[in-house]
């Protein structure tokens, strides 16, 4: 690509969620959950476009207040089992139904919002300097005590491994390196993400995080956790 490629970044947030009630709209640490995220997309000197899309009312207008774009999501696309991969598309056709077309989608999750200040730079850099062998990027976190070479299974009421191996391992370090895949960005070609209608495509390269990263907000356990850290790391800002 002879210009840098067009970054349209979407923040998928309804307005429903069982595990914790109205988590997108959450005060943590004095700002809503959702506001952590669109911040962070917003000071990126890469990304073109950042659109939220909700149903919700009160999301869209905090999404405003903090600078968003907000697209309308239909009520079929904003239910428990609505694929995300449809939230993405319904953005890129509204977009595509006026005539504005974008290289790159950036998928960011807002119950992921421990971010450094340069994360999203540093992922969209790393897509484009690949582009021509990568489709996809996805961040990932190291795993440690959950590795899945310890984790165990309970069938017909006897512990067994959860992943069969004839190798013993007396050591955490001894285990192989395992990732999950956390929501700090999700990044794909827009044509190759319409083709596959997925960002784990055959070509998804990692971008890797940090430890204190490691965390999607689903229950109490983990709003504790992030608002632990968060709280943390506004300490060590305000001592530097």
């Known amino acids: 690509m002879s210009k840098r490629p067009s970054v349209l970044a979407i923040i998928p947030a309804r307005g429903g969620s ?4 109205r988590k997108n709209v959450r005060l943590l640490c004095g700002k809503p959950l959702i506001a952590y995220t669109i911040e962070t997309a917003l000071s990126s000197k890469l990304i073109d476009r950042v659109v939220v899309s909700t149903e919700d009312e009160e999301i869209a207008g905090i999404s405003k207040e903090y600078g968003a774009e907000v697209i309308k999501r239909p009520e079929e696309l904003a239910r428990d089992d609505s694929p995300t991969i ?6 890129l056709n509204w977009f595509e139904e ?3 077309y974008f290289d790159i989608v950036a998928l960011l999750e807002p119950t992921s919002p421990l ?3 340069n994360d999203l730079d540093s992922a969209v850099r ?4 690949n582009i021509d062998e990568a489709d996809s990027l996805i961040s990932l976190g190291e795993i440690h005590l959950e590795n899945p070479h310890i984790v165990k299974t309970v069938e017909g009421g006897v512990v067994k ?3 069969g191996t004839t ?3 007396y050591q955490r370090q001894q285990l192989p390196k395992a990732y999950f895949p956390y929501g700090v960005v999700y990044m794909s070609k827009a044509e190759t993400l319409k083709k596959y209608r997925t960002f784990y495509q055959e070509r998804t390269i990692p971008y890797l995080i940090e430890r204190w990263q490691n965390y ?3 229950d109490v356990c983990d709003l504790i956790c992030v608002e632990a850290i968060l709280t943390d790391r506004l300490q060590s800002h305000k001592e530097v």
């Open 98 to 100: 006026k005539n504005e």
């Open 126 to 129: 790393l897509f484009i300097q």
């Open 167 to 169: 190798r013993r391992f």
């Open 115 to 117: 971010r450094k200040e």
């Open 86 to 91: 449809d939230v993405v598309m319904h953005v």
């Open 161 to 163: 491994p959860l992943i």
């Open 18 to 21: 069982r595990g914790i009630p």
């Open 216 to 218: 999607e907000i689903d």
